[in-house]
């Protein structure tokens, strides 16, 4: 795979998936009602993955910014998604990134899904005095509420964790016995 001499400067088709960017504008900002959007490409590259964006949001008077890893034609979509700097966000560095989540039994068995991935906003960097802390999870979209994790969370997720492995390997098992009982009978 060729490597585009100068990979920061989107053209009219994305270097990763080979689609048109119809999301580029000449200046690479996007403008909304609320706030006004500079995005550029990172020049981290990896042919396995989607491009790094970093997307700077501001109005008049507070902004901050997002890191995300995303084809050029989901990046509008995710523009649109921002929430509106404020004087709490002013300066924080966020990352937008998927987080897996084990769900409870009862979950389980009504969905059939034991595994749930959920889109996040993760903070990588916060100013002093900010309310946001270093690390911390919010929820897509609404970086109000932070996703906390209490030890007793974290002890319960790790308890299903254990289960759902400890159930393959008596699957496993059972069927390795299924398929050695099967080849010694007549």
């Not at 039994?105 to 749930?116: A, Q, V, W």
């Not at 319960?156 to 059972?174: F, Q, T, Y």
Request: proline share 9%; aromatic share 10%.
């Amino acid at each position: 795979m060729r490597r585009r001499k100068n990979m920061s400067r989107p053209t009219g088709v994305d270097a990763y998936l080979g689609i048109p960017a119809t999301v580029f504008h000449e200046n690479w900002i996007r403008r909304t009602p609320n706030y006004v959007v500079h995005f550029q490409r990172n020049p981290f590259y990896d042919p396995a993955l989607p491009p790094f964006w970093e997307l700077t949001v501001g109005n008049s008077r507070y902004s901050y910014r997002v890191i995300l890893c995303l084809p050029a034609d989901e990046l509008e979509t995710a523009m649109r998604s921002l929430p509106v700097p404020s004087a709490e966000r002013h300066g924080v560095d966020f990352m937008r990134a998927y987080k897996e989540v084990i769900l409870p039994e009862d979950i389980r068995r009504l969905s059939g899904e034991t595994i749930m991935a959920i889109l996040i906003y993760k903070v990588k960097f916060a100013p002093p005095g900010s309310p946001y802390k270093q690390g911390r999870y919010y929820n897509d979209a609404d970086l109000s509420r932070p996703i906390t994790q209490t030890e007793a969370d974290v002890a319960a997720n790790d308890r299903r964790n254990e289960a759902l492995l400890k159930a393959v390997e008596v699957e496993i098992a059972s069927r390795q016995t299924r398929c050695h009982s099967a080849r010694m009978s007549p």
